[in-house]
Every structure is written in C-alpha cells, then in structure tokens.
C-alpha cells in the first residue's frame, strides 16, 4: 500500500498563492504519473494537473498559465504551485499517485479563495 499525505491547503485572498505538496510513503518501488484532483461542493471531481515520472505535464485548461506541478522522484512528492488563485478555484484538493496498476488517493486538503 502507498499512503499520501497532503499539506498546503488553506484560506487565501483573490489573486494571492498558495503552494500544495502531497509526500507518498509506504510500498513504494516506481511511482508513475502523478496528480491534483479538486472537487467543489456538489461536482465532480476533476483534473487539475499531471506529471509523468518524466516531467511531461498536462493542465486543466482552467488553470494553464496559473499553476504550476512539479515532483521530486527521490522525496517521492508532488508539487503544485497555484498563482493569481480565484474564487472558483475553491474546493478539496486531492492527490493521486499511480504506481503499476493501482492508483492510491490521498485525503484531501481544502484551498478556499475569498476576500
């Protein structure tokens, strides 16, 4: 089993940064892509951004130009840098590590973007 632990989330005014990190731990042997998830109330959860043990990333469109995901393959942690944050970027923040062909998910963590 791999467990994820999710840290970053907080309150934080329109405009201003905040900085997610998600550390793996456990079985851990090659982790593959990693992601950030979010989920408002009442929706789906969706995409946010990815990244490939490589460093090839892919963003939600909604978020290109404004957020950034990174990892560290010898911490085994994922990062993501969210910049000019919104209000509709409020929701729970969730991690997800692949690694052969499970897929493990962390906790959550809440961003809340208001004045």
């Known amino acids: 089993q791999v467990q994820l632990v999710e840290s970053g989330g907080g309150l934080v005014q329109p405009g201003g940064s905040l900085r997610l990190s998600c550390a793996a731990s456990g079985s851990i042997f090659k982790l593959n892509a990693m992601g950030w998830y979010r989920q408002a109330p009442g929706k789906q959860r969706d995409l946010v951004a990815s990244i490939t043990r490589g460093g090839s990333s892919n963003y939600a469109d909604s978020v290109k130009g404004r957020f950034t995901i990174s990892r560290d393959n010898a911490k085994n942690t994922v990062y993501l840098q969210m910049n000019s944050l919104k209000p509709e970027d409020t929701a729970t923040y969730y991690c997800?590590?692949?690694?052969?062909?499970?897929?493990?998910w962390g906790q959550g963590t809440q961003v809340t973007v208001s004045s």
């Open positions: 997800k590590v692949d690694q052969a062909m499970s897929a493990y």
